[in-house]
Structures are given as structure tokens and as C-alpha cells.
């Protein structure tokens, strides 16, 4: 066999460059590595800021933006890990508090849409009966978004949108509406016959 037809040796294969690359890569990642970890809060963040350090090094060197030789690398690699980690930290709290803010409002809105008197045990048919007549004896303005609201679970942004009202007109048709079914329920809760 000739050396043409002989299998060629994938560390043979790498230019002097990459090899000194890798060789520098097993020497500093674990410390790089390590230090990614005390700057995130999981192992997968910190390898994911390790990689994204070392592809805008390698960025860097490619254009030759990248001032200083190989000693440079490193402190260069430890300032983009301590960067890149404050970013992710920041827009994860970003994220968090996105969440969180969305959670309390699906949960007012819950808390709008079931009032504990639709809700309560005693809402037998008796009771029933009581909040359908008090709502037929509303305005049909204030007791379609009353509906809507509680029973269709609807925010007063689509109550407005499905009424050619305002998002405030619908709110403020709600609480007028609750207003008045409960000065209107107001003789059967004296005689106990509404417990609202």
C-alpha cells in the first residue's frame, strides 16, 4: 500500500492551528468551565455561556478583531463568561417577573370571574333562581357583562371588543351591575333566603 491509499489519522488531519486550539481547550476549559458554574444557576446555563464565550472568541480571531495573542484569550473568555452570565441572569428575571405578573392577573381575573356567592355551596336552585330573576330585572347593559364576565370567563377586554365598547365601559358595567344585583337581593338576603 502506498501512503495515498492509507487511512488517514484524524489528529494527523488537523492543522497546527486546530491542534494548538484543542490542546489549549483540554489545558483552560474545565477552569472556564468551573467558573461559568459559580456565575449561573445551572450546569446547563454554564455550558451554554462557556460555548457562546468561546464562539465569540473564535469570532473575533476569524476577523481579526481580536487584539492580543493566545495569553489574551483567557482574560478575555472570563470577562465575555462573566457578561454573557449577567445577561442570561437578567433576562431570566426579566422572564420571572413577566410570569409572575401574568400569573396574579389570570388569577384576579379568576377571582373576578367567581365570586364566592356563584361559587358557595348554597347555590342550590332556590338561590339560582334568585340571581337569574335579579339579572333579568338589571339593564341588559349591566347584566350581558355580568354574564360574560362570570359565567363566560371573558376579560373585560373581549366583553369590550365583543360589545363595540371600551375595555373601562365594560368594567365600570360590571361593578354598577354587581352594585345593583345586590341592593336588588338585598330583601331575600335579609329573610335568609340569599346568603350573598
Do not use: C
Amino acid at each position: 500500500m502506498d501512503e495515498a491509499s492509507q487511512p488517514v489519522n484524524a489528529a494527523t488531519d488537523l492543522s497546527p492551528s486546530a491542534t494548538a486550539w484543542r490542546s489549549w481547550l483540554v489545558e483552560h476549559g474545565p477552569r472556564l468551565l468551573l467558573f461559568a458554574r459559580q456565575q449561573t444557576r445551572s450546569n446547563e446555563d454554564a455550558q451554554d455561556i462557556l460555548q457562546d464565550a468561546l464562539v465569540k472568541l473564535v469570532d473575533k480571531l476569524n476577523s481579526g478583531e481580536f487584539v492580543g495573542g493566545q495569553d489574551a484569550w483567557l482574560p478575555y473568555l472570563y470577562t465575555a463568561i462573566r457578561r454573557l452570565a449577567i445577561d442570561l441572569s437578567r433576562r431570566d428575571d426579566r422572564r420571572k417577573r413577566r410570569e409572575d405578573t401574568v400569573g396574579v392577573e389570570i388569577e384576579s381575573d379568576q377571582k373576578d370571574a367567581f365570586h364566592p356567592w356563584f361559587e358557595s355551596e348554597a347555590s342550590d336552585d332556590e338561590t339560582r333562581a334568585l340571581l337569574e330573576a335579579g339579572l333579568k330585572e338589571l339593564p341588559p347593559k349591566f347584566a350581558e357583562v355580568i354574564v360574560m364576565k362570570i359565567w363566560g370567563e371573558r376579560t373585560f377586554a373581549e366583553i369590550g371588543e365583543s360589545l363595540g365598547i371600551s375595555q373601562n365601559t365594560a368594567a365600570s358595567r360590571y361593578r354598577y351591575g354587581l352594585e345593583a344585583l345586590k341592593r336588588k337581593l338585598g330583601g331575600a338576603r335579609r329573610k335568609g333566603d340569599l346568603s350573598i
